[in-house]
């Protein structure tokens, strides 16, 4: 009697265990169910869980979210003193040519932190051995190139008031040296083929970044009959257009460089705050560099993104030298992964630079220098006289209060 009892004891605890792994892998429909969520939203035993390594049950982690930082800067553009001061460079290390690394030195640290650096190349590039031109129709040397792909630049822009100096065969050399240094660049074209295609640039991390860049004119210099394709003019519905292609075309973050403004003005233009705002409402454009005025203009947030309306100068040497135009600031703007692989700001700030004149031309990252204990007097005087102007000329819109960090 008593083995008989421990039998159908038995057979019940069986049977009430068998329920129960059923009840725990099924709906009650039949279907299978899906495991609980864990607090952080994922599924325990999903790959990146560690629990599903070890083989206990754990909460498994998210993947992390994906960023990108960009860099943008002012124009490069190089007046006769920059490239003598390149040569004086290149003899003092007993080479010959140009040497504009040394330049250029004192932003490396800043360039290379950026995952996308973007530079402005204002001007047309001469023959290797010149003759070299400056203004008011420029062909600079392409050894400047040199100086900004070592620095950690990854593409320029080529869409200026001087894209068409030297015509289409100076056109057609700057992309040819572009190519050979390794740097990408948007603005201009070679051909309507090349003008077509999208110029997205993919990050270690899998971002693809997209660009686009436009002149509001060419010095009036204009593009062959039947090749307006030679250069970008700015126009804002072709910009709408262009920015959804590149969207359409896989970018997950487009930034619009614009050549616009009025030349050593402090303030956007009427033209230059209502097109930022058009373009800007539109949701395939995530950011305006703005360059051309050769003084630093405000930074605004129009629609939760940025719009820097003109970076100032980043290297240069104009005849009369007026302390606005050796200013210059490079935005450093980091967007995040959130919903829907929607990228949104997460950060920006501005980096002010300013153009050294003596001894020796060099671009000055000024928030580095200034945090120096070295620095002369007279020269931390001039430096932070600068900054301050520079902190000045970003705020006139209120982006302090509206999150942007100036260094």
């Not at 040497?99 to 932003?107: Q, R, V």
Request: hydrophobic residues 40%; charged residues 20%.
């Amino acid at each position: 009697m008593r083995r008989l009892a421990a039998r159908r004891l038995a057979r019940t605890s069986a049977a009430t265990a068998v329920a129960l792994l059923l009840a725990a892998g099924c709906t009650s429909s039949g279907g299978h169910r899906k495991p609980a969520p864990s607090a952080t939203g994922a599924h325990p035993g999903s790959a990146s869980s560690s629990a599903g390594e070890s083989g206990s049950t754990g909460i498994a982690q998210r993947a992390p979210r994906r960023s990108v930082t960009i860099l943008g800067s002012g124009d490069v553009l190089i007046h006769p003193q920059l490239w003598q001061q390149a040569h004086a460079d290149a003899r003092a290390e007993g080479r010959p040519g140009y040497d504009f690394g040394p330049m250029y030195a004192s932003i490396a640290p800043d360039v290379r932190r950026a995952d996308v650096a973007i530079c402005e190349m204002e001007t047309p590039l001469a023959p290797r051995g010149g003759p070299f031109v400056g203004w008011p129709n420029f062909s600079a040397p392409p050894q400047v190139l040199t100086a900004l792909k070592g620095v950690g630049y990854r593409s320029c822009t080529t869409a200026s008031n001087h894209t068409l100096d030297q015509g289409y065969t100076g056109l057609h050399r700057t992309l040819d040296d572009l190519d050979a240094a390794g740097l990408r660049h948007t603005g201009s074209a070679r051909s309507a083929a090349e003008a077509a295609r999208p110029l997205i640039i993919t990050t270690a991390s899998g971002v693809r970044v997209g660009q686009l860049a436009y002149s509001f004119n060419f010095n009036g210099h204009e593009p062959a009959a039947g090749q307006a394709w030679e250069a970008n003019l700015i126009d804002v519905p072709a910009i709408l257009a262009a920015a959804h292609r590149l969207k359409r075309a896989g970018a997950d973050v487009v930034v619009l460089s614009m050549h616009w403004g009025v030349e050593y003005d402090h303030l956007a233009t009427a033209e230059q705050r209502t097109q930022a705002h058009q373009l800007l409402a539109s949701k395939d454009i995530d950011l305006i560099l703005g360059d051309h005025a050769h003084v630093v203009q405000p930074a605004e947030r129009i629609h939760g993104k940025w719009v820097f309306y003109c970076m100032g100068n980043q290297i240069s040497r104009h005849a009369d030298p007026i302390a606005e135009s050796r200013e210059g600031v490079m935005p450093m703007i980091t967007f995040t992964e959130g919903g829907h692989h929607r990228f949104r700001v997460s950060s920006a700030v501005a980096i002010p630079t300013w153009m050294q004149d003596d001894p020796a031309l060099r671009l000055i990252d000024l928030p580095r220098s200034l945090a120096g204990t070295s620095l002369p007097a007279a020269r931390r005087s001039e430096q932070q006289a600068a900054h301050q102007a520079i902190v000045g000329y970003l705020d006139a819109y209120g982006a302090r209060h509206d999150g942007l960090i100036v260094r």
